[in-house]
């Protein structure tokens, strides 16, 4: 049984730093695409950042460019996103997502087949 397991988020003060943690089980994803999604109470789910298997490629949404890192342990199943200069808007549930599926979209939510149950986080200003 495959499981994505986020951690690492919690309430944190603007201009702070945190890193979240995916570990993944049941299965090697060594060679799959991995993201990270966030998503506001009462709004849709939102591309944040993802990673090739290799690492070959990083893609990340504009709001986040220069400020989020994403990462990636093979040999651990693991995926991560260092986030620093965290600011209020930043605040959301945030999602591990794994295993693109072939020919798409690496920001669309639709594009993944497994999920997190999510991390919250929490900016405060």
């Known amino acids: 049984q495959v499981q994505l397991v986020e951690s690492g988020g919690g309430l944190v003060q603007a201009g702070g730093s945190l890193r979240l943690s995916c570990a993944a089980s049941?299965?090697?994803?060594?060679?799959?695409?991995m993201g990270w999604f966030r998503q506001e109470p009462g709004k849709e789910r939102e591309f944040v950042a993802a990673?090739?298997?290799?690492?070959?490629?990083?893609v990340y949404a504009d709001s986040v460019k220069g400020q989020f890192t994403i990462s990636r342990d093979n040999a651990k199943n693991m995926v991560y996103l260092q986030m620093n200069s965290l600011k209020p808007e930043d605040t959301a549930v945030y999602y591990c997502?794994?295993?693109?599926?072939?020919?798409?979209?690496?920001?669309?939510?639709?594009?993944?087949?497994?999920w997190g149950q999510g991390t919250q986080v929490t900016v405060s200003s």
């Open positions: 997502a794994a295993e693109l599926k072939y020919g798409s979209s690496r920001s669309r939510e639709s594009s993944y087949t497994y």
């Open positions: 990673l090739s298997g290799s690492g070959a490629i990083t």
């Open positions: 049941g299965r090697t994803f060594s060679s799959a695409t």
